[in-house]
């Protein structure tokens, strides 16, 4: 069982490829067959996996959720931290904040075009943390 | 590896915290390091993890998620229980009903500001099953 | 520790049942407590826990994630594999592609009424596949 936390700097909302630092440290754990799990400690982003091929992807995605989430919506309560602090809250909950891959070959068994993000919903610059946990 | 089934009484829609349950648990278990696995048994509610310090988040995301998935939507075919009947089911579907929380010196590494949520999507008074596994 | 892929032929859009399936390899393995892990190697297509008794259902969900994410919306970058393309995306990411359920005395820990889907988004005919992980 191997543990460790990978720290993220953003600069603002978007989706962050991760997979790299995450295959990486897999391949140095020396395990062959296991489950990696990771889970991201925060409240306002998320760790999806999608598709990696086409950059455009990351543009739709945004557009489709900051048109769905409005920002600044006046009938929000919360909203001490600014426009973007629910609608990245509730953001968080629909995209959810923790994955699970199945680790094979001492690989995660992720398929061709499937990459892992770091989505953030905030629009400011933060270090997220994520938890890594594989056994 | 341990389980054991929460039982949350619930009365009616909305979202109630159940951290320290979890935290007695797994505190009680023994385990210092591991993958903390909860599991609701039912289709219309959820679990969610979200901001548990200001409960404005608890009614912003009840506002949100209200008119995202409007109840007693006349094209609805699944009606048979009431107007909540099936939009309980689109939320537990948007929202999820599992989480997975690495745990590390004996608890959950849950951010600052990261409770843990039975979110209920139905109005009525019900008993919710909640699985939890710990290894 | 026991993993095996499941190949889920699809013919379009749709909620489409494994859990006979699942349960059927989780009943071989011969391992009556654990952690069964479903995650698809794919990022237009989500694996879900739904309802199973009433088949309308599936006909809402359907009715509501079509209305809510619009097939060839013009505004969107990514469309080279049709207008069912990004928005198949989209429902991927919002609904999850993996499942995490306790398996306790020799079956997974299902409630009554929850079945284990793998929902398509494409509008086509492939061959999906979900890697079982069950430890």
């Not at 990696?52 to 543009?59: F, I, K, L, M």
């Not at 959720?65 to 929000?76: E, I, Y």
């Not at 199945?102 to 068994?109: A, E, R």
């Amino acid at each position: 069982m191997q543990q460790h936390e990978l720290i993220v700097p953003v600069s603002g909302r978007g989706m962050i490829e991760i997979t790299q630092q995450v295959r990486n440290w897999v391949a140095s754990s020396g395990v062959s067959q296991g489950l990696l799990t990771l889970f991201v400690r925060h409240t306002s982003c998320s760790l999806i996996i999608q598709e990696n091929a086409d950059p455009d992807v990351r543009h739709d995605m945004e557009l489709f959720f900051s048109t769905l989430v409005k920002d600044g919506n006046p009938a929000f309560l919360h909203r001490n931290e600014g426009d973007d602090d629910m609608s990245a809250h509730i953001r968080s909950a629909m995209l959810g904040i923790s994955l699970n891959i199945p680790v094979s070959q001492g690989q995660p068994v992720l398929g061709t075009w499937q990459g892992i993000f770091l989505y953030e919903h905030r629009e400011r610059q933060l270090q997220r943390h994520v938890f890594m946990h594989l056994a």
